[in-house]
C-alpha cells in the first residue's frame, strides 16, 4: 500500500508528535521508518500502528495505488486470525460492504481508495476455496429428479 507521506507530516504537526515517538510506539527501527517516509510504501498492519499513534485513520494514511489495478488480493499469516483484502471487483466489494455494516466487530473496511477499490480486514476462517463441481448430464438429472420429488 501506498503511504501519505504529505498527510502524516500535516497530522504529525498538528498533534505534536515527533516521528522518533510514532517510531517508540509503534516498534520501528529508524532504518525502516525512514524507507516507508522515503518510499512512500508500507503493509497494511504497520500503516494501522502509525496510524493508531498519530491518531488518525489507516484511510487519512495511504493512498491510492498510482497505476490502476483491477485485481483482488487476500493477505494473511500462519496463525492470523485476521487476513487483509484488497479489492477492486465491485462484486465483491459489495458483499464486504454489507458483511462490515452488519458485523463491524468482525469485518471492517480500513481504506477507500479513490479508484473504487478498498481495503478490509476479514476473518481467516471465512476465506474457502471451493472449486466448482464437475456433474456429467447423468448426475445433473439425478439431482434435479431429486428437487422434484421434495
Known sequence: MRFNTSNYRIITGKNGISDEEVRKSTGLSEKTFLWILENQYIEVPTLELIADAVGCTAAELSLPDSIPCNENCMEWH???????????????????????????????????????????HIPVSWIRINPKRELTEEQREERAGRLLQR
Do not use: H, M, W, Y
Open 78 to 120: 500462519k496463525d492470523q486470525e485476521q487476513a487483509t483484502l484488497t479489492l477492486s471487483q465491485r462484486r465483491i466489494i459489495s458483499r464486504v460492504e454489507k458483511l462490515a455494516a452488519s458485523r463491524p466487530e468482525e469485518c471492517q473496511i480500513i481504506a477507500r481508495n479513490p479508484n473504487g477499490s478498498v481495503c478490509a
